[in-house]
């Protein structure tokens, strides 16, 4: 580290009581009145952290934590502390079956400690789909109990192996955001969550009845990115895409920002906004047209980095999306 310094010219400073003192003007006064000053200390500390930051990245892969899609992760540089991820599809599309496969990924395979607020599914619900999941079992034979005998085995091996990993999962249907953020740094304080997941925005309440849904979903994701930001972990939202808007379009071959709807304004407080689309969803059978496999991710925010899509497969029987090979 202290080549670098000195190979960009920064000595290694002697930063014992030092301070670089900047003021500034307050804007917030009033009509007529004097400017206020107010001073803002920054240490040559805080300043040898941020070019140790900078520097540190040079030898890193990711600078937040892994989704378990190589390509996605060299885009967002992985998912990092304080920020908001939006990950939105069509109604049966699959995203929690995408989500599945992070959580899968980051607990199961990484042990980073990992909280899920499942108001889409019940507890019970949600570890089944994320035991068969890991197992790789088909979800409609372990429906109708037709599971053979290496299939059990899988199962059994798969629930050996999530014993014990750093999981913790809430079932509790219609949470308000201050029940949220007050049972997630409960989760914080007790077992050092890493991660937090929601499933999902279209499924929480704000606990003041009169707001209309515009008014809803921007309260919601307010205070959702102000507790990624309290928490200073990353946290991924699950969200519907209107259906309405694509059955009035018959040419429509992929999801939009604009599907969001009423649920847009939530683009001011997301970090990075993600769009679940599979090609087969959007087609319908015709002549010239066969059902494929392929689906993305459509990355269209981007607040530290490019936007861009990545490819992926879909596996129907799994309900699960893996990386192309």
């Known amino acids: 580290m202290r080549m670098a310094r000195r190979w960009i010219g920064i000595p290694y400073p002697d930063y014992k009581n030092s301070v670089v003192e900047i003021e500034t003007n307050d804007i917030r006064r009033e009509p007529g009145k004097n400017f206020m000053k107010c001073s803002i200390t ?3 500390q805080d300043i040898q952290q941020a ?7 040079g030898t890193q892969t990711s600078a937040g934590l892994p989704t378990g899609s190589k390509r996605l992760d060299r885009i967002l540089e992985g998912m990092h502390k304080g920020q908001l991820i939006i990950l939105a599809g069509h109604p049966g599309i699959g995203t929690t079956g ?3 496969s992070i959580v899968g990924h980051m607990c199961l395979s990484n042990n980073i400690p990992t909280a899920v607020f499942t ?4 507890r019970e619900q949600f570890l089944e789909r994320i035991l068969l999941s890991q197992a790789r079992i ?6 109708k109990g037709n599971l053979e005998t ?8 798969a629930a050996t192996a999530m014993s014990g990993k750093p999981i913790y999962i809430d079932g509790t249907a219609r949470l308000t955001p201050e029940e949220l953020t007050a049972k997630a740094i409960d989760l914080r304080d007790k077992h050092g969550i890493e991660c937090l997941i929601i499933d999902s925005l279209d499924k929480m309440l704000s606990r003041d009845s009169r707001l209309l849904h515009r008014e809803l979903f921007a309260d919601i994701s307010e205070k959702v990115r102000d507790l990624a930001l309290r928490l200073t972990v990353p946290v991924m939202m699950l969200c519907d895409l209107d259906f309405d808007l694509i059955l009035s379009d018959e040419h429509r071959r992929e999801p939009k920002l604009t599907d969001l709807g009423e649920r847009l ?3 001011r407080y997301a970090n990075v906004i993600l769009l679940l689309d599979r090609e087969k969803y959007y087609r319908l059978p015709d002549d010239n047209y066969e059902p494929n496999d392929r689906a993305r991710i459509m990355i269209v925010k981007n607040d530290k980095g490019p936007k861009g899509e990545v490819g992926l497969r879909y596996n129907d029987k799994l309900s699960l999306f893996e990386e192309l090979g």
């Open 42 to 44: 920054v240490t040559k």
């Open 51 to 57: 070019l140790e930051n900078i520097l540190a990245r």
């Open 98 to 100: 995408l989500m599945l």
């Open 119 to 122: 108001l889409d599914l019940s």
């Open 138 to 143: 088909d979800l409609c034979k372990a429906r």
């Open 150 to 157: 290496s299939q059990l085995e899988r199962l059994q091996q």
């Open 265 to 267: 304004i939530i683009e």
